[in-house]
């Protein structure tokens, strides 16, 4: 646990965070990997973790039976993978597939939204960081929406 | 400090002009010698001149007029690689009549030149520094000099990266170059795409969201960011959110350029003509009217 501590400790998303709080969430995680093509989860599964990846590639999918699988982001090293765990009715919104080999640390959302309604300082601190991911996600996907390399721009 | 075109306008990088001794205004007569297809909507031109004496020597970031007899005149920056002076390499995207006219040359036809017009792209500026080279969709066929004149005199640069975003897989210009320059050790390239499907092993996702994953000296780094206005516009405040200050942060404008050489005033913005004053722009001094309306 002291080498999940340590990375998790030192991650950008956890910087900061008193450390009470940090040894809580070391507390809920561990280390998992993926195979190449391994699914992490599936659109519409329920969603009880989240994700710090350490090295290795994750494509966020939505399938549609015309198309096909389309991929929509790519996430990487030091990337966080997943906030559905921490919006009702949690679950997941997209496929989360592994492109190649993939380590990451996975953390127990569901343990940790327990704790964030007992105690909302922690609950305060998590949303905080999870808004920042969100927001950057947000204004990725009105770029991408804008299309500014179609012939129109 | 951060200025503005209307206070005041100087632009670092005005020095560098067309040659005065010819009539600025007369093209040169060019014939193609190949045609390469690099996307569905994509093309570059390899262009000699017929009158074999002619060099043409160019800076990067410089642009021609090209003149299709019968149809017009547009201004295309020059994608070739500066160290060779006997022809012209020209990248051109098919979005109107000219350009489309353009796809239907052959080996062989002639068409007018002008040029080259313009300023650079700040590679002696950037001697000693960090490059980051940012480019979105066809605005990579301009920064190709760049990393022409860069990798050149590579021991004269510090780290040099290449961060290059457009829509789909089959977008990706120069897909061979850019494989090829992956491959180096002395250079960084991240590709991402807009959107694709699942048989990309690359990455989606915005341009900007490649800024995070290079590694450079923000305090003494030079940026370049060529694409379109909006792609420049975000890529611009990510550098600057990652540490890279606006006078650092270098864009190509390319709006409304008829004449090339502030005659014809189409391309005035504030107090500047693109053309003649540009089209290389430091951010800090073209900020402000990359979000104005109605210019």
Not at chain 1, 105 to 120: F, T
Not at chain 2, 54 to 61: A, L, M, R, V
Request: charged share 25%.
């Amino acid at each position: 646990m002291e080498n999940l501590e340590k990375i998790l400790a030192e991650h950008p998303f956890l910087q900061g965070l008193e450390s009470h709080y940090l040894d809580l969430i070391v507390g809920c995680a561990s280390n998992v990997k993926f195979d190449a093509g391994q699914f992490i989860f599936h659109e519409g599964e329920e969603a009880n973790q989240f994700y710090v990846i350490r090295n290795g590639k994750v494509a966020l999918e939505i399938f549609s039976p015309e198309r096909g699988a389309i991929e929509i982001d790519t996430l990487e090293e030091g990337d966080v993978l997943g906030w559905s765990w921490l919006i009702p009715p949690y679950h997941w919104r997209f496929d989360a597939r592994a492109v190649e080999l993939t380590r990451a640390i996975a953390l127990d959302g569901k343990c940790l939204r327990n704790k964030c309604e007992e105690d909302h300082d922690l609950g305060y601190q998590l949303l905080k960081r999870f808004a920042h991911i969100i927001e950057q996600r947000l204004q990725s996907t009105r770029l991408q929406l804008l299309d500014v390399y179609g012939t129109h721009s | 400090m951060a200025h503005t075109l209307d206070n005041e306008f100087i632009n670092p990088n005005s020095q560098i002009k067309s040659p005065p001794d010819k009539d600025p205004m007369l093209p040169c007569l060019f014939s193609v010698e190949q045609v390469k297809k690099e996307t569905h909507d994509t093309f570059t031109f390899y262009l000699s001149p017929c009158e074999n004496k002619i060099s043409f020597p160019f800076q990067p970031g410089q642009f021609n007029m090209l003149y299709i007899f019968g149809n017009g005149e547009v201004p295309i920056s020059i994608s070739g690689n500066p160290s060779d002076e006997d022809r012209l390499v020209h990248t051109v995207r098919l979005v109107g009549p000219v350009t489309r006219a353009m796809k239907n040359l052959k080996r062989g036809d002639v068409l007018g030149v002008r040029g080259p017009f313009g300023n650079s792209w700040p590679v002696y500026e950037a001697i000693g520094n960090d490059v980051i080279v940012v480019a979105g969709g066809i605005g990579l066929a301009p920064l190709r000099p760049v990393l022409y004149k860069l990798l050149s005199q590579r021991d004269k640069y510090g780290k040099i990266v290449l961060l290059y975003g457009t829509r789909t897989p089959e977008d990706i210009l120069f897909k061979r170059e850019l494989e090829q320059l992956r491959s180096r050790f002395d250079l960084e390239v991240h590709v991402t795409v807009d959107r694709a499907q699942q048989s990309w092993k690359g990455n989606v996702g915005v341009v900007t969201r490649l800024i995070h994953k290079a590694t450079f000296d923000p305090l003494n780094s030079i940026a370049v960011v060529c694409g379109p206005e909006v792609m420049m516009r975000f890529t611009a405040l990510e550098l600057e959110k990652h540490g890279v200050p606006s006078d650092r942060i270098y864009i190509s404008m390319e709006r409304n350029m008829k004449c090339a050489i502030g005659f014809c005033g189409h391309c005035q913005l504030g107090q500047t003509f693109i053309c003649k004053d540009g089209p290389v722009f430091r951010y800090d001094f073209m900020h402000t009217y990359l979000t104005k309306r109605e210019i």
